[in-house]
């Protein structure tokens, strides 16, 4: 059921024009930039978008100017874990595993999880209930698990939400999933 369902999120956001992916993520932006959550976060972690995903390249870029703490994350496939690194420079990153912008070796500076304030976590998709499915490895909800006080916020366009996503014991739910046309506070 997952994987369908896994299958057709995939396609709906693979098949969005590159333009609609940007002006989405502004306006995803601006609503993330103006809640309360974000205001007051010190650290916040954001994923570092590819493949269609919501944009977090820009919102990275401006916290980073800001002055706000960025953490990201940095991939061990061989242990299939995920651990968190400051980011100081937009430049600190290349392309790692899957092909994703991760902290250089050299830049790398890991953080405690239970330090980050706000996490921004991606999904192939989420139900209102703040269930999200990613790509099916586990690497965010293993992470997510780890958290102690920090809010959880998923970005999603408004393609990527469905009625119900299944659970499964490990799954972490997000708090809210920000779209580009509205907050869901989850239940």
Same mark, same amino acid.
């Given at each position: ?9 995939? +396609? ?10 940007? @002006? ?28 269609? +995903? ?12 800001? %002055? ?32 994703? $912008? @991760? ?19 991606? %999904? ?9 499915? %990613?790509?099916?490895? %586990?690497?965010?909800?293993?992470? $997510? ?12 366009? +408004?393609?990527?939400?469905? @009625? ?16 580009? @046309? ?6």
């Amino acid at each position: 059921m997952k994987e369908q369902i896994r299958s057709t999120l995939m +396609e709906k956001r693979r098949c969005l024009a590159g333009s609609d992916v940007q @002006e989405k993520s502004r306006h995803i932006k601006q609503r993330l930039f103006a809640m309360d959550e974000f205001k007051g976060a010190h650290r916040i972690l954001f994923y570092v978008s590819y493949d269609n +995903e919501v944009g977090t390249h820009e919102m990275i870029k401006e916290c980073l100017a800001m %002055g706000k703490q960025v953490v990201v994350p940095k991939v061990d496939k061989r242990s299939r874990s995920m651990s968190v690194s400051l980011l100081t420079r937009w430049e600190d990153l290349e392309a790692c595993a899957y092909n994703i $912008l @991760e902290p250089k070796p050299d830049c790398i500076k890991e953080v405690p999880v239970d330090s980050i304030d706000l996490m921004i976590v991606p %999904g192939v998709g989420f139900d209102a209930q703040g269930n999200r499915i %990613g790509h099916g490895f %586990g690497y965010f909800d293993r992470l $997510l698990q780890h958290r102690k006080k920090a809010h959880i916020i998923g970005l999603a366009f +408004e393609c990527q939400l469905v @009625e119900k996503i299944p659970v499964e014991t490990h799954d972490v739910c997000v708090g809210k999933i920000i779209t580009e @046309e509205r907050v869901i506070q989850c239940f």
